[in-house]
């Protein structure tokens, strides 16, 4: 089993950043395909950004593309993103995803474990 645990999120104005951060314990996801999904209140969870087990390949949701960077550090067991230039539209609780297979996943049916969520509020 895999526990994912996000951190990071929080209250900030339009133009600002922040970075999330995704600890898995249980056992290691560094073969493992991690990606960032959120979910507005009224909405379905969506893709945000995905990365591949070595960290080599990273793909965006086009609404974010270009503001958002997707990173993992293996050795530390983690994944972050960093966001920029955020915009009220952005605001959402972010999730943390792994998923056991080797192909990048778009959707959340193709990940395997979940963290419980992290509020991300941008204000205008």
């Known amino acids: 089993q895999v526990q994912l645990v996000e951190s990071g999120g929080g209250l900030v104005q339009a133009g600002g950043s922040l970075r999330l951060s995704c600890a898995a314990s249980g056992r290691t996801v560094s073969t493992y395909v991690m990606g960032w999904f959120r979910q507005a209140p009224g909405k379905e969870r969506e893709f945000v950004a995905t990365?591949?087990?070595?960290?080599?390949?990273?793909y965006y949701a086009d609404s974010v593309k270009g503001r958002f960077t997707m990173s993992r550090d293996n050795a530390k067991n983690t994944v972050h993103l960093q966001m920029n230039s955020l915009k009220p539209e952005d605001t959402a609780v972010y999730y943390c995803?792994?998923?056991?297979?080797?192909?990048?996943?778009?959707?959340?049916?193709?990940?395997?474990?979940w963290g419980q969520g992290t509020q991300v509020t941008v204000s205008s």
């Open positions: 995803a792994a998923d056991t297979r080797l192909h990048l996943g778009f959707t959340t049916g193709e990940y395997d474990y």
């Open positions: 990365i591949s087990w070595s960290g080599g390949s990273t």
